[in-house]
């Protein structure tokens, strides 16, 4: 059974880099079939797109973030990491990791979500 | 504000019947397969639907989808209220900016 798993620091301060890590289990993250992603929420509201990484490096990112977005894959854990540079406090929200498949629009799988503070 | 829009909530009656509008474009809707999430309070979003009309194992067949033009619509019968959350439309976008794009989210109360 596939799990992911979000961890960082629940609280950054302003204009600070934010920084978590997704560990996926039950699954190689070097699967040539998923993508896989960072979705987020704000308090209250929708989710929203953040980027996407194949196992190869590979990344596509929100237009709105890409100047201050990095999505990085360490395939000897397993795991894909999300840094997001000079955040403010429009930056709160609960963050997912998730996956999905190359052929398809859909995200199959989702982390629990980890909530990330901007206060100072 | 979300690529896609939704109908801020929407209520019925135990039983009853409901339906779930997405509105897009053709760069988004009109071009993409569209996918359904149900988010309970405090819980991470759960496919409900994908391939605009297809059901992940487990998902019981009071969940129905459909797709039209630019237009993308979630069907719930039967309704409990154990439905009661917020549901999201997704697709992927293939215009310049293209990635992964979201509804707005529709809150579902179940009188």
């Known amino acids: 059974q596939l799990q992911l798993q979000e961890s960082g620091p629940g609280l950054v301060k302003p204009s600070e880099t934010l920084s978590l890590t997704c560990t996926v289990s039950?699954?190689?993250?070097?699967?040539?079939?998923?993508?896989w992603g960072w979705i987020r929420q704000p308090p209250g509201k929708g989710l929203e797109w953040v980027g996407t990484?194949?196992?190869?490096?590979?990344?596509s990112y929100n237009p709105s973030l890409k100047s201050r977005v990095t999505i990085s894959v360490d395939t000897s854990k397993n795991q894909f990491s999300l840094n997001l540079n000079s955040v403010t406090a429009a930056d709160t929200a609960v963050y997912f990791c998730?996956?999905?498949?190359?052929?398809?629009?859909?995200?199959?799988?989702w982390g629990q979500g980890t909530l990330v503070t901007v206060s100072s | 504000q979300s690529v896609l829009t939704q109908p801020p909530s929407v209520s019925a009656a135990p039983g009853q019947k409901v339906t779930i509008s997405c509105s897009g474009s053709t760069s988004n809707i009109g071009n993409n397969c569209v996918s359904w999430y149900q988010q309970l309070p405090g819980t991470a979003p759960k496919l409900l639907i994908f391939?605009?009309?297809k059901r992940p194992s487990g998902i019981p067949d009071r969940f129905s989808g459909s797709k039209s033009g630019t237009s993308a619509t979630l069907g719930i019968t039967g309704l409990q209220t154990g439905d009661e959350a917020d549901y999201y439309c997704?697709?992927?976008?293939?215009?310049?900016?293209?990635?992964?794009?979201f509804g707005g989210g529709t809150k579902l109360t179940v009188l």
């Open positions: 039950g699954g190689s993250i070097t699967s040539t079939t998923y993508y």
């Open positions: 990484i194949y196992y190869s490096g590979s990344t």
């Open positions: 391939d605009n009309n």
């Open positions: 998730a996956r999905k498949n190359i052929l398809y629009t859909h995200w199959g799988y």
């Open positions: 997704g697709t992927w976008d293939s215009s310049l900016s293209a990635g992964g794009v």
